[in-house]
């Protein structure tokens, strides 16, 4: 049998080369939340929720004033930031509603539901929530079947209390 990663395993941060590490402190922090853990002057900072060390490093060590990577080549597809609550994704989406930002795209993959957005630098960036495993679909043999469908913003917009900024 081939090797099989623990369980308990998890990515534990993403590191991004940015253009300009100012711009991307007004993403990461100032409209997504994250909180600044450590800095190093002007060329990385080191960002994360609850407390932990990092969940996202912005450095400009090889890409100060770069244009983003093209479209079509390897690399980066988008980072995913989990949700800890549906009410708490449409928290989020409200903010980046209110803010004007723009999204690429909104999905229900039967797991999770997902708002799509680029950061400044053309990064792909992924907000979503785990729907309770009980609610996965799944097929016959119990394998997971997830999917890409329509999702229902306004449904979403619904959790998001009045107050929400």
Do not use: C
């Amino acid at each position: 049998m081939a090797y099989e990663v623990p369980s308990g395993t998890r990515i534990g941060h993403v590191h991004l080369k940015v253009a300009d590490l100012e711009r991307a402190l007004s993403f990461y922090r100032d409209l997504l939340g994250f909180k600044v853990m450590d800095r190093f002057g002007t060329q990385a900072v080191f960002i994360a929720a609850d407390g932990y060390h990092h969940h996202i490093g912005l450095n400009t060590w090889y890409s100060k004033n770069a244009q983003p990577a093209p479209l079509l080549a390897a690399g980066l597809f988008h980072l995913a930031i989990l949700y800890p609550s549906r009410k708490e994704l449409a928290i989020i989406f409200k903010i980046l509603l209110n803010a004007k930002y723009p999204f690429t795209g909104f999905a229900d993959h039967g797991v999770s539901e997902a708002l799509y957005l680029n950061d400044p630098d053309g990064n792909g960036v992924e907000l979503y929530w785990d729907k309770p495993r009980d609610q996965w679909p799944v097929d016959a043999d119990g394998n997971i079947n997830m999917f890409t469908k329509e999702l229902n913003i306004e449904d979403l917009l619904a959790e998001a209390p009045a107050e929400t900024i």
